[in-house]
């Protein structure tokens, strides 16, 4: 049974550093094909990816945040983080981790997802 | 980067409609496409990936069709479980998502 699972905390200040864990089970990250990402969603808003990590260690970032972001795998091997700096007000949203099997980003299991709020 | 363009924004539909959703995407982007079905609270759920492939355990009532740069999702007789948000996504290149489609009740 694959289950994912965000932790970190609920509120961050504006300019501060959040940093989000995904604990996963039912799958391993060292096996081939296997691939964890972030995505978020601010309220009542859509979808937008963040960070990929691929069994093999390679990582991919969107584009327009790829300065601001950082994935990792760890500290334990079914973890994987996600640092995000210089978090804004506009950074408020609800972050998932999802398990990508075999294509490149077709997310087949999402974790229930952690609330952020940026805010002073 | 590719925009997907999702239509309409919202629909209102009664249980046993036959209801069908439209993503546009702002570039050709082949078969490389994904539906999710979201719930409030919730995470999104897979639906539908390379355009018309069920994820197991989607039901038949639910299907996928197109290419290139437009795509429709069509869910044959509308069922009370299916009253939620629906969002297309394109893989081509990375992923990005449409904007929704809440299907709600007329």
């Known amino acids: 049974q694959v289950t994912l699972k965000e932790s970190g905390p609920a509120l961050v200040k504006p300019t501060q550093t959040l940093t989000l864990t995904c604990t996963f089970s039912?799958?391993?990250?060292?096996?081939?094909?296997?691939?964890v990402s972030w995505i978020r969603q601010p309220p009542g808003k859509a979808l937008e990816w963040l960070a990929r990590?691929?069994?093999?260690?390679?990582?991919f970032y969107n584009t327009s945040l790829k300065t601001r972001l950082t994935i990792s795998k760890g500290p334990s091997e079914n973890q994987v983080v996600l640092r995000m700096t210089n978090m804004d007000p506009v950074d408020t949203a609800t972050y998932y981790c999802?398990?990508?099997?075999?294509?490149?980003?077709?997310?087949?299991?999402w974790g229930q997802g952690a609330l952020v709020t940026v805010s002073s | 980067d590719i925009q997907m363009t999702q239509s309409p924004s919202t629909l209102s539909a009664a249980v046993g409609d036959r209801v069908t959703i439209t993503c546009r995407a702002s570039q050709n982007i082949g078969y490389w496409l994904a539906w999710y079905q979201q719930k409030p609270g919730k995470a999104p759920k897979l639906v539908i990936y390379t355009a018309s492939t069920l994820d197991i355990g989607v039901p038949s009532r639910f299907s996928g069709s197109g290419s290139g740069t437009e795509f429709t999702l069509t869910i044959s007789s509308l069922q009370p479980d299916d009253f939620a948000t629906y969002y297309c996504q394109q893989y081509k290149t990375y992923a990005t998502f449409g904007q929704g489609t809440k299907v709600e009740i007329k």
């Open positions: 990590i691929d069994w093999d260690n390679d990582k």
């Open positions: 039912g799958f391993s990250l060292s096996t081939y094909g296997m691939r």
């Open positions: 999802a398990r990508i099997q075999g294509g490149d980003y077709v997310f087949d299991f």
